[in-house]
């Protein structure tokens, strides 16, 4: 069985706690949590997650996204996107797969496909 290079293999998330704010673009080839704030543009070859406490501005691109915290600008899954319960996207998506939970809120434009190359541009743009 083939193994993919796409998500390092031992599994390390970096993590932005609580507290930390960065303006600017933030890349990276492995996962991330982000429970801070960021004001620019996210880019994640991973998964990327969203905590309670985490507001972002800009654009967001991750294989798989799960969202928890505020979002303001477009946001690109080319697999799968959950909006948590708590949750506040204003903006656009880009999904394969859309998972909202109840009491999510969402205030913008979605656009699913099968084919995740045509729902989304590439993420390696780092």
Known sequence: MAVKKDIPSNGEVSILSSGVKIEGKL????NVRIDGTVIGDVTVNGNLTLGDTSELKGELKAKNITM??????????????ILESKSKLTGDLFARILVIQEGALFDGTSTMSGNSSAAAPKLNEG
């Open 27 to 30: 890349y990276s080839e492995g």
């Open 68 to 81: 928890s915290g505020k979002v303001d600008g477009k946001v690109i899954a080319s697999e799968k996107l």
